[in-house]
Nanobody
Framework: QVQLVESGGGLVQAGGSLRLSCAAS????????MRWYRQAPGNQRELVAA???????NYADSVKGRFTISRDNAENMVYLQMNSLKPEDTAVYYC??????????????WGQGTQVTVSS
């Protein structure tokens, strides 16, 4: 019903930047909150940043001032601009969205993840 596809991950040196993108497609009525999570090996998945449909944002303390989440509601896209990257940012990054289907059911949708590796 809903597919989320991330792109933009890769290998970057510490201090560098990457921009992640996530495209939502399928049959749905609207998308509510959109989020980026990450999971490093041996760690639990953690929330990195979130943005409401109205554009309100919040961030994990560890990324405040370095990462920026944004969305394009017309294109059903969410982005994560990551600057001043650190080795501890290395993880698989997942896109997540609360999607209201045409049936008016609210579903939680995940992307497949994209690897971000920051070398020291």
């Amino acid at each position: 019903q809903v597919q989320l596809v991330e792109s933009g991950g890769g290998l970057v040196q510490a201090g560098g930047s990457l921009r992640l993108s996530c495209a939502a497609s399928g049959s749905f009525f609207s998308i509510n909150d959109m989020r980026w999570y990450r999971q490093a090996p041996g760690n639990q998945r953690e929330l990195v940043a979130a943005v409401t449909s109205g554009g309100f944002t919040n961030y994990a303390d560890s990324v405040k001032g370095r990462f920026t989440i944004s969305r394009d509601n017309a294109e059903n896209m969410v982005y994560l601009q990551m600057n001043s990257l650190k080795p501890e940012d290395t993880a698989v990054y997942y896109c997540h969205a609360d999607v209201l289907l045409t049936t008016r059911s609210l579903v939680s949708s995940w992307g497949q993840g994209t690897q971000v590796t920051v070398s020291s």
